[in-house]
């Protein structure tokens, strides 16, 4: 009787003890949004004012700048997300022909505006809003804000001075480029295309490769000499802005393609000519029946509404077979229809990834067919996640060895908020993390996969299969902590070494270097390396992976500090840090 009354007792103060604790997080939280979600934008004009509002939930960061041929006034959002397709808004008006907006790249929301003629603007910043005005030059001439005209100007003339440099060579016609030791380049764009030959000479050896921030494709070709020393020449094409040549070492010529964004293209060699041919890459999210197909992000997926195509996770059972057929880029799978609810039907899809899906139902046998019809040779890795009841199909792009391919999982999304401390969640601070961390390693020119770049679920089997199926060098899933102990702050990183890693260099020597890049940068406290073979991301996965724990939640001096953009960036700098270090050491 006695132990009984003790267990209610118990019981009764930590009910109690909950109630005071959650009491405490909703009064003392203030939680700062990490990315700004575009909720509308809408057109005004105001006793002949023209210009428009731009609704965020949160703001950021913006940069405004404009363009000519035709006359655009650019606003970029940056940290900020558009769920939505590209819209337009037709205004038709004297100064202004139409407001377009759309998710411009993966954290960039662009706001453009299609003028009739070179206007004036000025900007202004209010709760959740940015309001542009529009000055007609030909009816007000110069208005009262004048620091804003200036300030606005100033970004024009940056364009203006590089227009004019180029100017100031002479008139290039860029269907015909000639440049020393026999080298000749030609542009021409065909419809959606743009081709850009590059007659070799005598030379065979050439070497592409492609830079981000900004967007470049580089050609350097061995044993040549452009003795001018660097040009520029524009080339105004849908996707290529301009061509620049420059002697980038000893008998080593660059030819660099500046672009105007990020684009998909094919190399063709023939008769000592090499032909880049650019095109535009198309990102769709689709749905067809049950079946929705994403392809916006790194994680490229099919998803199938209620299918179980598999059970479990480490030992997958599988309830399909799989057929590929190399000479036609076609992968088949057939199931038993009872798995999924499918209509037969086709899925009209073409993008730079696929051209359809086949939905084949055998009704006397009861089966039934996916037929994926690719453009190129990919891994399809399947797997059902009951937590959100489908079934997904990731397709992947194995790397090759040298490539040395970085997996960055942001961990937990979706259904799955992780540690939660009032309206703070730790998926949000992970994602923001991530996401920082993959913008520092582009431009270190480090080839990166992130699992999530959105709110949305991966199964923790399908990331460590994804990154496994990619042949990934290195895995790092980012996290945040939290402890019922309101004082216990720091850093900790979690490993486990499997045995099919190399004796070199493992897990422990990944999460080693981790942990001391982000005690020596935020200066936390340490909590030490933590070996977890429980957990899957580090026990299913074949490279070396590690699980950074960044700092608590549920202490006040960690979670002020996980607030902060800046301090944000500190950790995905450690991060960097520590990965360009671990990858000089991973074989």
């Not at 309830?319 to 992968?331: A, E, I, L, M, N």
């Not at 899925?347 to 696929?354: L, P, R, V, Y």
């Not at 540690?419 to 994602?431: C, F, H, I, P, R």
Request: hydrophobic share 35%; aromatic share 8%.
């Amino acid at each position: 009787m006695e132990k009984i009354k003790m267990k209610q007792v118990q019981t009764i103060l930590a009910i109690l003890f909950v109630i005071v604790i959650t009491l405490g997080v909703h009064t003392n939280t203030v939680a700062l949004p990490l990315y700004g979600k575009l909720n509308n934008v809408k057109y005004f004009n105001e006793n002949g004012q023209e210009g428009v509002f731009i609704y965020f939930d949160n703001i950021q960061k913006h940069n405004d700048f404009t363009l000519s041929n035709p006359d655009r006034i650019i606003v970029d959002f940056e940290y900020s997300l558009y769920n939505g397709a590209s819209k337009t808004i037709n205004v038709s008006s004297s100064t202004i022909k139409a407001i377009r907006y759309a998710q411009f790249k993966k954290n960039v929301v662009r706001v453009v505006f299609d003028l009739l003629s070179k206007q004036e603007y000025k900007i202004e910043q209010g709760n959740g809003y940015i309001k542009v005005y529009i000055s007609n030059t030909s009816q007000t001439g110069n208005s009262g804000n004048n620091q804003n005209i200036k300030d606005n100007n100033q970004d024009i003339k940056r364009d203006d001075d590089r227009n004019s440099s180029q100017s100031g060579r002479g008139n290039v016609d860029r269907n015909s480029i000639t440049l020393p030791d026999n080298i000749n380049i030609s542009y021409v764009a065909r419809e959606s295309v743009d081709e850009v030959s590059i007659s070799l000479g005598n030379h065979k050896d050439y070497i592409i490769s492609t830079l981000a921030q900004p967007e470049r494709i580089i050609v350097d070709i061995p044993n040549v000499e452009f003795s001018k020393g660097e040009q520029e020449f524009p080339i105004n094409g849908n996707l290529v802005k301009s061509i620049r040549s420059a002697q980038y070492q000893d008998n080593l010529g660059r030819l660099v393609l500046d672009l105007n964004e990020k684009s998909l293209y094919r190399v063709n060699d023939t008769e000592g000519k090499l032909i880049l041919s650019l095109e535009k890459p198309t990102y769709k999210n689709i749905s067809y029946g049950s079946i929705g197909y994403n392809s916006k992000n790194d994680r490229i997926f099919f998803s199938i509404k209620g299918a179980k195509l598999t059970e479990g996770g480490k030992d997958l059972k599988r309830h399909y077979t799989g057929r590929y057929d190399s000479t036609r880029f076609t992968y088949t799978i057939t199931f038993p229809s009872e798995y999924a609810n499918l209509s037969s039907g086709i899925m009209k899809i073409n993008d730079h990834m696929f051209e359809s899906v086949t939905i084949a139902k055998n009704l006397i046998r009861k089966q039934t067919s996916l037929i994926f019809k690719a453009k190129d040779k990919f891994v399809y890795e399947i797997i059902t996640r009951p937590d959100v009841n489908d079934t997904v199909i990731n397709i992947l792009k194995p790397v090759s060895n040298s490539e040395k391919l970085v997996v960055i999982d942001a961990g937990h999304g979706g259904t799955e908020p992780g540690a939660v401390y009032g309206k703070l969640m730790e998926k949000d601070l992970n994602l923001d993390i991530a996401i920082r961390l993959n913008e520092l390693l582009k431009a270190k020119n480090i080839k990166t996969y992130m699992i999530r770049e959105d709110d949305s679920f991966v199964g923790l089997y399908e990331r460590a299969f994804i990154a496994n199926s990619l042949n990934a060098k290195l895995f790092l899933s980012i996290h945040n902590n939290a402890i019922g102990d309101p004082n216990f702050d720091g850093t900790m990183t979690l490993y486990n070494v499997k045995s099919s890693e190399g004796r070199d260099f493992n897990s422990y020597n990944f999460a080693r270097i981790i942990q001391n890049s982000l005690l020596k940068t935020l200066g936390s406290k340490n909590r030490n390396l933590r070996e977890r073979p429980d957990l899957v991301v580090l026990k299913a996965t074949k490279m070396p992976a590690a699980l950074a724990e960044i700092a608590f939640l549920t202490n006040k001096g960690d979670r002020n500090k996980l607030q902060t953009p800046e301090y944000r960036q500190k950790v995905a700098q450690a991060l960097c840090d520590a990965i360009i270090e671990s990858l000089s050491k991973v074989k």
